[in-house]
Structures are given as structure tokens and as C-alpha cells.
């Protein structure tokens, strides 16, 4: 009995992580329309980058073609993306790579 007792008590003491049981189906939506814009937009410059990559290598990632690329990212860290960028061209899945670093610092 004691050690029921305990059990349903350690099993009580945590936060719960789940909130409102009734905002799930709301909660759910949500996630799937945040995630269905953000896999359209991941689309979108990968297929930019696959259309682009032999000019963007051609200029070595520092003219308009990788400029027009780095209009999502903010000013700040533009010059960080050109660098990874240019790190990222050593390797054979480049575009993928490219895309996650553009999808990370994108506004």
C-alpha cells in the first residue's frame, strides 16, 4: 500500500508537459500549417540553390547571384552564411547543405 502510495505520488510531482487536453487537436493543427509553410519555403530554396550552384560557385559566393540568395537572411550575418557557404562547397551533398545553412539564418 505505502509503496503504491509513493509510486502515484513521484508519478504526480512532475510539471505536466501536455497542457489543456482540449487545445491538442487546436495545438496540432497548428504545428502541421507551421510545418507545411516551412517545408514549402525549404522547397523553394533548394530548388533555387539547384538552379543557382554553378553560378554561385562561379563567383565564388560573393557576387549577386549568392547577394540575391542572402536578401532572406539579415544584414548581420550575411557575411557568415557567404563563409559556410564557401565551407560547404567542399562537399558532395552541397545543396543540401547550403539549404540548411540558408533555412537557419533565414528571417
Known sequence: ML???GILLAACSGPIHLGNPL???VRGLASALENASYNAQRR???AWITANEAAMRAERFGGAITAELLATVPPEVREKVRREL???AS???F???ATV????HRD
Open 3 to 5: 509503496l503504491t502510495a
Open 23 to 25: 487545445t491538442l487537436p
Open 44 to 46: 523553394e530554396v533548394k
Open 86 to 88: 564557401r565551407e560547404a
Open 91 to 93: 562537399f558532395p551533398d
Open 95 to 97: 545543396t543540401e547543405r
Open 101 to 104: 545553412i540558408v533555412m537557419v
